[in-house]
């Protein structure tokens, strides 16, 4: 399974930007979708996912700013981003749960979040 991911830009500080990331496959409601994110010298850290059960978590971060939607029939996958911060700036990455042992990762886009 391919993943692209897109929508990253420049923005000012508490603008908006709408990611995509787009499945070669079919999804479904079993899959785990996840965004991560990584700033320059920082470690990946979580930013949003849909879990087994198709609930929806946040990082702590997020604080209502986010918000992660699927569309299945289009294997595709957003993350809204509002009231964007400086340090939102980072690489945005998909990933793809296919079972327990399968995953998969596009190759990030960027967010740069400017003051």
Known sequence: VQLQ????????AGGSLRLSCVASESINSRNTMTWFRQAPGKQREFVAGFDLNGDIRYGDFVQGRFTISRDNAKNTMYLQMTS??????????????????KEYWGQGTQVTVSS
Do not use: F, K
């Open 5 to 12: 991911a897109s929508g990253g830009g420049l923005v000012q």
């Open 84 to 101: 964007l911060r400086p340090e939102d700036t980072a690489i945005y990455y998909c990933n793809l749960g296919v079972g327990p042992y």
